[in-house]
């Protein structure tokens, strides 16, 4: 039973959304860290655990209480489902005011 509770803890490390709520934390704690953050978005990725495919570039923008922002994601190559559109949803935090990050394949 304890090699099975310590494989699920290895599989709930690898969780990328799970790696970017620990990145966000820091963020918020850590000036220096934030400041890295916002300046070199693919590299603290990669310092965390979260893998980032060659070519791909990461834009990270900081809300304020007076200013949200909106991801329009990237159109789909078909049309969703509703299990597609559910998974979407539940990505995007249960709203458009949640982040949301491609899932990990």
Request: cysteine-free.
């Amino acid at each position: 039973m304890k090699k099975k509770a310590e494989d699920n803890k290895g599989q709930k490390n690898n969780n990328p959304y799970e790696k970017w709520a620990r990145i966000i934390t820091k963020a918020w704690e850590d000036e220096t860290f934030k400041k890295r953050l916002l300046k070199n978005p693919e590299q603290v990725m990669k310092e965390n655990g979260i893998d980032v495919p060659a070519g791909m570039h990461f834009q990270v923008i900081e809300d304020t209480a007076e200013k949200r922002n909106l991801v329009l994601p990237l159109k789909p190559k078909h049309v969703l489902s509703e299990a597609d559109l559910k998974n979407l949803y539940a990505a995007s935090g249960g709203g458009p005011l949640g982040w949301n990050m491609p899932p990990h394949h």
